[in-house]
């Protein structure tokens, strides 16, 4: 197409002779393409050969086939949102091409802005396949080659200004007017003379109507200039649309054309457009000719004028078997009847006769004999000889594989033959004004196997020039390295800000070829403030952390967590710094976020910020999700950029559950923590609970007997001990005393919320008391308290040597299943299970270890137990609906005694409300569809 709509230009400027239209022929037969409508302007399917007559030259043929086509999609399912985030080639089509033409010559400045508003609402009765175009005449500029992105379109149409009034001379003759005088049609010509020239006599009035009559003839100049450019450009589309082969419906809006001087054309067109195999559907906007403001003296009508602008638009849909429709205000009942019109055609087929295959033109006739019904056939036909094709089908033959993937490359239309899927991605490129656009393709039927293809790929402006041209071999690797999986194209380049059409063809093994086009908008998204976003990235985890991130046209991603990423600039590097951007997962675009998960910020270079996030999956069900990158800087609206992708992991094979009955080696390095299979409400430390004198009490008292203090001193222990933390700020008395004020210290720290003097006064401690282990214990508080559970651990697990391991034991199991490690958590319940003020505390933390482990069979029992008697207990209630999900996966359903067990755990957790509501939901409809 961008050979075809974009070279209008080029085609008006270089009129070529004009080659005799050919109909498609099969089995000697001459096939003619033909409408039938009722007064609805509704195609009627129902008639047979018997209905029709057919003439050729006045002699009437018989018809020896009849095939009504329609153009109405079989599958009317809406293309997701997934789907419209990527172009393929596979897309279901009726293969329909609707060209809005507009001709800008004869369009005044804003006089057809609603016509053009309305024309998208023929969009609606497209399938999501059929591809539209738009081409600008006379010059091109601004055309959007065929595509199924119905909105280049719409943009396209909007930026649609029309032409400046070049009305010469000082006087308003009308043109139909100055046709009076070339026709020496005396009376109207009279009417004009008198009107300019009101009032003159004399010298003064022969001066006027010479000015009147020259004014009129620079006007006919003027117009027939106007039509003729309109008409060489028409025919330069029609000549490029000949490549295509196929029917093409074009939707021409313009005001007029004023053809009274040379008719012939019109004839030129339709030859044209029998040879594109083009219908031409003409919408008039009902307005005058000239400007708004242009009236003439009253009583002077312009109903001569209307005739003659539309006399070429009745003639161009005439000939070629279109229909016009003048419209005043809102197009939108053309359109409708129009894309009810285009739903369904005829193909009549008849035997040509010797006379017919002369090469000359032969007029043809069309009727039907049921009343009421309107029938449009093309008026004329030539039957061309065609030598030469046997040739054209060895040197085809002949062709290597990297020939075909050049010349489907230059085809203006995507080629089906080999599946594609293409999508790109915008990237924030440091110290450089270009775009860089990454361009992910998958090619082919699913594989396992690496392979060597032939390539092309080309990258067109907006002003029909090939920015970027290559062809070649190229090694192409499997999407997925888990399974079979479409091969994959990974590359990247540099544009300048802007839109660009990408092709890219390729060629397999057993000679399939195929094409795809794709809209790139070269363009970073404002954030405010100076700062502009990427696009967002979702890939698949990698298999090991040597791999490179393989980001899907097709939004699949197939493992249980998945990376996003989103670049970000900007000039302001303090605003810059302090952005901050956290991905959500939704089940739609503006649907309740599934997941939250804050990205790092990483620099990049001056001006720049990479944001990552790993976001586990595994606890959704397979299907489509949206991923949305909210973006915050302070002072500054928030931002979205959103990605959907499909759910699909690949299964490993199944693991058994953890066997607890196998120890830990202590003196092995440390595994991999293993998947969490579910999310774990474990609540956030709270330092409130290990300062409690029944807490504390044990440890002031140990380290009274390892480090005995003065009397003042013991004073002070001994309000501590009852909770009062208070201590001086003079220096201790002894190296003893010292110890004892540095660890009252850090409590009161602790209690205050100042962590990082906590832990301070607590290494200070253990410092100057290796022995005394309390103090490791207050150190892995005030980790926990700052979110660090990992650095908590290793200071707890030190503690549980000290003089209170029993308040150890539940802070430290707690901690380790915020980090999602379920086997020591497991250990280390059964190594202390007096360690909990009751059973139910320390079961509840064994069922949260085991469902995280992946053994719902062990932790389901123990969870019906626990919410027999916990009705409100919305995090358990949480974590035994995920079980009994996880199981309906694993098992493929639950029984009916477990199936209702899981609907009534929602119930009661949806009443509670809060902010899981969404996900839990999700798995409702998941296990009870």
């Known amino acids: 197409m961008a050979a075809v709509v974009l070279g209008v230009a080029a085609g008006a400027q270089q009129p070529q002779p004009a080659p005799r239209p050919s109909f498609e022929t099969k089995a000697e037969l001459v096939l003619v393409d033909v409408n039938v409508i009722d007064r609805d302007a509704r195609p009627v399917p129902t008639l047979t050969a018997g209905?029709?007559?057919?003439?050729?030259?006045?002699?009437?043929?018989?018809?020896?086939?009849?095939?009504?086509?329609?153009?109405?999609?079989?599958?009317?399912?809406?293309?997701?949102?997934?789907?419209?985030?990527?172009?393929?080639?596979?897309?279901?089509?009726?293969?329909?091409?609707?060209?809005?033409?507009?001709?800008?010559?004869?369009?005044?400045?804003?006089?057809?802005?609603?016509?053009?508003?309305?024309?998208?609402?023929?969009?609606?009765?497209?399938?999501?396949?059929?591809?539209?175009?738009?081409?600008?005449?006379?010059?091109?500029?601004?055309?959007?080659?065929?595509?199924?992105?119905?909105?280049?379109?719409?943009?396209g149409m909007t930026r649609i200004n029309g032409s400046v009034n070049s009305r010469v001379g000082m006087t308003k003759v009308n043109i139909s007017e100055a046709w009076a005088l070339e026709n020496n049609d005396v009376a109207l010509w009279q009417q004009a003379i008198e009107r300019e020239c009101q009032g003159e006599t004399g010298p003064g009035l022969d001066a006027c109507a010479t000015t009147v009559e020259a004014d009129a003839r620079s006007m006919l100049i003027e117009s027939s200039a106007r039509t003729r450019v309109t008409l060489q450009a028409l025919e330069g589309l029609l000549r490029g649309l000949v490549a295509l082969k196929t029917p093409v419906n074009i939707v021409m809006i313009s005001?007029?054309?004023?053809?009274?001087?040379?008719?012939?054309?019109?004839?030129?067109?339709?030859?044209?457009?029998?040879?594109?195999?083009?219908?031409?559907?003409?919408?008039?906007?009902?307005?005058?000719?000239?400007?708004?403001?242009?009236?003439?003296?009253?009583?002077?009508?312009?109903?001569?004028?209307?005739?003659?602008?539309?006399?070429?638009?009745?003639?161009?849909?005439?000939?070629t078997r279109g229909t016009m429709a003048t419209v005043g205000g809102s197009a939108e009942n053309a359109f409708d009847r129009l894309g009810r019109e285009l739903s369904g055609y005829y193909l009549l087929g008849f035997e040509p006769t010797e006379a017919d295959r002369t090469g000359k033109e032969r007029r043809i006739r069309v009727q039907v004999r049921p009343r009421g019904l309107t029938v449009r056939a093309r008026p004329t036909f030539v039957i061309r000889d065609s030598p030469g094709v046997a040739e054209a089908g060895a040197a085809a033959a002949a062709a290597t594989a990297l020939d075909q993937v050049k010349e489907v490359l230059r085809a203006p239309l995507p080629t089906r033959g080999l599946p594609m899927r293409v999508a790109s991605y915008t990237a924030v490129e440091a110290g450089a004004s270009k775009i860089r656009v990454i361009i992910s393709a998958e090619i082919g039927d699913p594989a396992t196997e690496e392979a060597e293809w032939p390539i092309g790929m080309m990258v067109i402006d907006k002003a029909d020039r090939a920015i970027v041209s290559r062809a070649g071999p190229t090694k192409l690797f499997p999407a997925s390295p888990r399974g079979a999986s479409p091969r994959l194209i990974l590359t990247s380049m540099l544009l300048d800000p802007g839109e660009y059409t990408l092709r890219i063809a390729a060629a397999d093994d057993t000679g399939r070829v195929g094409s795809v086009h794709h809209t790139i908008n070269a363009r970073l998204s404002p954030a405010g403030g100076k700062l502009s976003v990427s696009d967002l990235m979702l890939v698949s985890q990698p298999t090991s952390s040597g791999d490179t991130p393989r980001p899907r046209p097709s939004g699949v991603i197939d493992t249980e967590a998945v990376s996003?990423?989103?670049?970000?600039?900007?000039?302001?590097?303090?605003?810059?710094?302090?952005?901050?951007?956290?991905?959500?997962?939704?089940?739609?675009?503006?649907?309740?976020?599934?997941?939250?998960?804050?990205?790092?910020?990483?620099?990049?270079?001056?001006?720049?910020?990479?944001?990552?996030?790993?976001?586990n999956l595994g606890v959704l069900p397979p299907g489509e999700y949206v991923a949305r990158a909210i973006i915050s800087a302070p002072g500054q609206a928030e931002t979205r950029i959103v990605r959907p992708f499909q759910l699909a992991p690949v299964m490993a094979a199944a693991e058994p559950p953890v066997d607890l009955r196998v120890p830990l080696d202590p003196d092995a390095p440390p595994a991999p923590l293993a998947a969490v299979k579910i999310f774990a409400p474990v609540p956030r430390f709270v330092p409130e609970t290990v300062l409690i004198p029944g807490v504390v009490r044990p440890f002031l008292d140990g380290l009274a007997d390892l480090h005995p203090p003065s009397p003042t001193v013991e004073a002070m222990l001994e309000r501590a001990r009852n909770g009062n933390y208070d201590a001086p700020a003079e220096p201790g008395a002894t190296p003893d005393d010292e110890l004892s004020l540095a660890f009252v210290r850090g409590l009161h720290a602790l209690q205050k919320g100042e962590m990082p003097q906590a832990t301070a006064w607590f290494q200070q401690t253990l410092k100057g008391a290796s022995d005394f282990l309390g103090a490791a214990f207050y150190l892995g508080a005030a980790h926990a308290a700052q979110g660090r559970d990992r650095d908590a651990t290793g200071a707890w697990q030190m503690a549980l040597l000290s003089e209170n391991p029993g308040a150890v034991y539940p802070a430290l199991v707690d901690a380790l299943l915020r980090m999602g490690d379920g086997r020591q958590a497991i250990d280390l319940i059964e190594e202390a299970p007096s360690a909990w003020p009751d059973d139910n505390q320390r079961i509840r933390r064994e069922a949260t270890a085991l469902a995280m482990l992946g053994d719902y069979a062990e932790a389901l029992p123990k969870l019906v137990d626990l919410l027999d008697t916990r009705n409100e207990d919305q995090p358990l209630l949480f974590i035994a609906i995920q079980v009994l999900y996880k199981m309906h996966i694993e098992k493929g359903g639950l029984d009916a005694a477990s199936k209702a067990r899981f609907g009534n755990y929602v119930e009661r957790h949806q009443k509670l409300g809060g902010p899981d509501r969404a996900i839990v939901e999700t798995w409702r409809r998941y296990v009870l569809k």
């Open 255 to 319: 005001e007029g054309l004023f053809v009274a001087r040379d008719r012939q054309n019109m004839a030129e067109i339709g030859r044209r457009a029998a040879e594109a195999r083009a219908t031409i559907h003409v919408i008039r906007p009902g307005q005058a000719y000239f400007d708004m403001d242009d009236s003439s003296a009253p009583g002077v009508s312009r109903f001569y004028d209307d005739g003659l602008l539309s006399e070429g638009l009745e003639q161009l849909a005439g000939q």
């Open 51 to 155: 209905d029709f007559e057919l003439q050729v030259n006045g002699q009437p043929r018989t018809i020896d086939s009849v095939q009504f086509v329609s153009t109405v999609p079989t599958n009317t399912t809406p293309t997701s949102t997934r789907e419209a985030a990527f172009s393929s080639n596979e897309m279901a089509t009726t293969g329909r091409l609707l060209l809005f033409v507009v001709d800008e010559n004869n369009i005044r400045i804003g006089s057809s802005r609603s016509v053009l508003r309305t024309a998208q609402t023929l969009f609606e009765r497209l399938a999501p396949g059929d591809l539209v175009g738009l081409a600008r005449l006379p010059n091109g500029t601004g055309n959007v080659e065929f595509t199924a992105d119905r909105s280049r379109i719409v943009n």
């Open 564 to 615: 996003a990423m989103i670049e970000m600039s900007g000039s302001d590097a303090a605003l810059l710094g302090r952005a901050k951007v956290t991905v959500q997962i939704a089940d739609g675009e503006n649907g309740a976020p599934l997941v939250n998960v804050d990205a790092r910020q990483a620099t990049r270079g001056e001006g720049q910020r990479a944001f990552a996030a790993r976001i």
